[in-house]
């Protein structure tokens, strides 16, 4: 009877024994299928897959803007600080700096580019600065003109003590007239100004008194009628040669505080005043109230081609 029973269940085992190999098998072969599956979409890329896409995308006007604002407010923060100290300014050391502070502004607004939207702004703005430049400057200069003159006078005074020829004499007066220009424009606001106004007429004296010792010393003009009278007197070759240069070279030293340049060839070859007296004439550019002046000079040769003398026969103003 047991065999029987076994009979009668074996069959039935062995089909669900099946059922559940197959299941297993169906379940291993499908997620074998679908790891492949799934590889196949997720497999690693090539460097070349992976390198970022470039993108082009101009900074330059950008940087352009940023770095010309940054100069523009740069250049306003030293305008600002010079307007500040210009309002209290009065020594030179101050006055100094105040065009320091221009100086800055007008050289941070020139390196705005032209191609720069903020360019024509940074050229109105130049061109204002220039202006507060030049007045720095100048009050600068009218603030030490107390300074400078007493320096002028000083020289000046120095050498009359020992001052003996025409030349000498000259530059002692040139020193007084520079010292008494420099007290006139100290100005008003200064501590100084009344000093200044008395230093004037003192310095006006002691230069008058400079100019009557030139023209004690000075060496009378031959008229055209004495220069013609030796026309014929034969001139010395050493004279004609040497006498040019060493002329030009005497007025130099002679006007080396006021001259800004000298003009020769007016005359070829010297001219005879008496036997053994020579004259050449030059002209003589030089500053006198801030204005180039030209003034003829005739200066007087030895035989031996030695500057003598000279006079200022001509002034042009």
Request: aromatic share 10%; proline share 4%.
């Amino acid at each position: 009877m047991v065999d029987k029973t076994l009979e009668k269940v074996k069959p039935s085992f062995l089909w669900m024994l099946g059922t559940v190999i197959l299941a297993i098998a169906s379940a291993i072969v499908g997620g074998y299928w679908g790891y492949l599956k799934g590889r196949s979409f997720s497999a690693p890329k090539s460097a070349e897959e992976y390198a970022p896409v470039a993108v082009s995308v101009s900074t330059a006007p950008v940087q352009t803007t940023v770095e010309a604002g940054i100069l523009l407010q740069e250049a306003f923060d030293q305008a600002e600080s010079a307007r500040q100290l210009k309002r209290s300014a009065k020594t030179e050391e101050e006055w100094d700096s105040v065009a320091s502070l221009w100086e800055e502004a007008i050289t941070l607004m020139k390196k705005i580019p032209q191609y720069s939207n903020k360019y024509d702004l940074a050229q109105q703005e130049i061109a204002s600065y220039q202006q507060e430049l030049q007045a720095a400057r100048e009050a600068r200069m009218r603030s030490g003109a107390f300074r400078q003159a007493v320096n002028n006078a000083m020289q000046a005074a120095k050498l009359a003590q020992a001052a003996k020829t025409e030349s000498e004499w000259n530059l002692v007066a040139s020193l007084w007239e520079k010292a008494s220009e420099l007290m006139k424009i100290v100005p008003s606001s200064s501590s100084k100004y009344r000093v200044a106004r008395e230093k004037v007429s003192e310095y006006e004296r002691n230069l008058n008194y400079a100019k009557e010792q030139v023209a004690k010393r000075s060496p009378a003009v031959a008229s055209e009628n004495e220069i013609l009278a030796f026309s014929s007197t034969y001139i010395p070759s050493s004279v004609k040669q040497k006498a040019p240069e060493r002329g030009e070279i005497y007025l130099q030293d002679l006007f080396a505080p006021v001259s800004i340049g000298f003009l020769t060839g007016e005359t070829k070859e010297p001219e005879v005043v008496k036997p053994g007296t020579y004259l050449i004439r030059y002209q003589v550019a030089y500053r006198k109230h801030q204005t180039e002046q030209v003034a003829k000079v005739a200066v007087f040769f030895d035989q031996d081609a030695n500057a003598i003398e000279h006079q200022i026969v001509a002034k042009e103003f």
